[in-house]
């Protein structure tokens, strides 16, 4: 009976749900590995010498990654299915020799959870000590890509990144968007205790108003990454750190306050580098490089635009940084809706380069999935 306390299901019944669920793991097993197999083949048939990375396709993971999600009906998450597919497709792919991933570390950043995120957890993540190392160790060959953070949803832009983009021959392969829950870390029992918090700006940015009605007159203290500020606060009496759940696990802190970001749809989106280009996904993103003759004119920008307009292109984000050239000079970095492969876009980037001082493609890459 139902409210004698005891189980609805006989023994029986729980015995054979078990037995399908072993049968059912084997199966799982076998087709793993069938898959795992059938990757082999294309690793020969490829035959590159440019290792995992002659086999790594974005734009091929994007569109196997779109399949699942349209063909999930539960009862696990899109999330959850496209995760679990991730690490499997990783695992393939890792059969002869991992990717090497370059991020801004060091262990227990955000870009590490973004590297596990997009890669999966069969490559090599290589920690960095700055954005600009990430770029050269990429450009050099000794990653095969790069992991970098863009754009938060709080705090803007990172604009160190974007200003590597105007020296770097590098391009854009990927993004992701990752949600970030910031925590108040450190090694005392209360906040009375707290002396300096040790963060990276743009945490920091995306805690000001938290910060400012609980701690309100403790020093901030900026360094390079959270998971520097997280080391800090192992170390140093009086001294707390804002970081992630990752950082938790790896410098043994206490969680002292959980998300205390102002907004709690906080998301930093990050960016892929790779040294080529790869062809469309069908559901694209590109970056493009401009700058006007004369940035001060008050119709050059538009004029410049106009292109995106006249095909029916969508542009979904723009930012000015100084050229770097002469005082006052702007470039502006432009994201579009679409592959250059694309011909309504490819006449659209004809027209712009006509007019443009500066026109660079930065990427034409699969748009984030979840």
Not at 293 to 303: E, M, Q, R, S, W
């Amino acid at each position: 009976m139902a409210g004698d306390g005891k189980s609805t299901a006989d023994p029986v019944d729980l015995s054979k749900l078990r037995a399908k669920i072993d049968a059912t793991d084997e199966q799982i097993q076998q087709l793993i590995n069938e898959r795992a197999g059938y990757a082999q083949q294309v690793a020969v048939t490829k035959n590159s010498d440019d290792g995992a990375v002659g086999f790594f396709r974005p734009e091929r993971e994007a569109q196997v990654l779109r399949s699942v999600v349209e063909r999930n009906h539960g009862p696990l998450s899109d999330e959850e299915m496209v995760r679990l597919f991730r690490e499997i497709m990783s695992a393939c792919l890792a059969q002869e020799e991992p990717l090497k991933i370059g991020y801004l570390g060091p262990e227990g950043t955000f870009t590490q959870t973004a590297v596990y995120k997009h890669f999966g957890h069969s490559v090599r993540a290589l920690p960095l000590a700055t954005i600009d190392e990430v770029f050269h160790e990429v450009e050099a060959g000794s990653a095969d890509f790069g992991v970098v953070p863009i754009e938060n949803s709080t705090a803007g832009s990172v604009n160190h990144t974007l200003d590597n983009f105007l020296v770097s021959p590098l391009k854009i392969c990927g993004e992701l968007e990752l949600r970030i829950r910031q925590h108040l870390l450190g090694n005392m029992d209360g906040l009375n205790k707290i002396v300096r918090i040790c963060a990276h700006p743009q945490s920091l940015a995306q805690c000001r108003a938290w910060l400012k009605e609980y701690l309100d007159g403790i020093e901030q203290v900026e360094v390079a990454s959270n998971a520097e500020g997280a080391r800090r606060a192992r170390d140093e009496v009086g001294t707390a750190a804002i970081a992630g759940d990752a950082a938790v696990e790896v410098y043994g802190l206490n969680k002292l306050i959980a998300d205390i970001e102002d907004r709690p749809d906080n998301t930093t989106r990050f960016l892929v580098i790779g040294r080529e280009l790869f062809s469309s996904s069908g559901d694209d993103r590109t970056t493009l490089l401009l700058s006007t003759a004369d940035t001060a004119d008050a119709g050059a920008l538009h004029k410049l635009l106009a292109p995106l307009s006249e095909y029916g292109i969508n542009m979904t984000r723009i930012e000015s940084r100084p050229s770097r050239r002469r005082k006052w000079h702007y470039v502006f970095f432009i994201d579009i809706d679409g592959h250059v492969d694309d011909e309504n876009v490819a006449k659209a980037l004809i027209d712009l380069e006509k007019n443009a001082q500066l026109f660079r493609v930065l990427g034409s890459y699969p748009k984030a999935i979840l």
